[in-house]
Structures are given as structure tokens and as C-alpha cells.
């Protein structure tokens, strides 16, 4: 027969330490979770190509992704490039996905 026995909080200290050891442990443990997705996707490759007096990221997409919608794909060069506007400079050089 096991014997029960009460347990009698005499240090609420100890209840937070352990309470915050738990929750360090959990962040740890879900950042390299969300991490492990993350990198997990593979890599595409990028193209480079050097803007030309009169290109716009809208025609670029006309060019670059003919069958997928031209903002879907210009939001997404803007993110790549992390652009501050839509606007190109001749002679600027941009990752396109």
C-alpha cells in the first residue's frame, strides 16, 4: 500500500521559479518549432535583373509571371527588395521571385 502525503507550499518563490523555468522552457520550444518550419521550405531560386528607363514593377510582371495577378507579384518584389515605393530607378538592380 502507498502511503499519501499532503504537500505543503512553505516557499511561494519556488512556485514562481518553476513557473517561469516552464514558460522560458515553452517559448524556447515553440521559436525553434516555428523555426524548423520556416527554414524548411525550399529555397527558390532568385533572378536578378538590372531596371531599364521605362520599366515599372508592372510591367516587369507582365514580363516575369504572365499568369499570375500582377499585384500579388509586385507585393511581393516589394517585400523581397524591401522596396520604400513602387517606383524604379534605371540601372537599380532587383531580386525577382
Do not use: C, H, K
Amino acid at each position: 500500500m502507498s502511503a499519501v502525503t499532503s504537500y505543503r507550499l512553505t516557499n511561494p518563490r519556488r512556485l514562481f521559479r518553476g513557473i517561469a523555468i516552464l514558460a522560458l522552457a515553452a517559448s524556447f520550444t515553440m521559436a525553434s518549432i516555428s523555426g524548423s518550419f520556416a527554414g524548411s521550405q525550399e529555397a527558390g531560386e532568385l533572378e536578378y535583373v538590372t531596371v531599364q528607363y521605362g520599366d515599372s514593377l508592372w510591367s516587369l510582371a507582365n514580363v516575369y509571371a504572365p499568369n499570375s495577378d500582377p499585384r500579388d507579384w509586385i507585393a511581393e518584389v516589394v517585400l523581397l527588395n524591401a522596396l520604400s515605393s513602387v517606383d524604379l530607378t534605371p540601372g537599380q538592380q532587383i531580386a525577382l521571385p
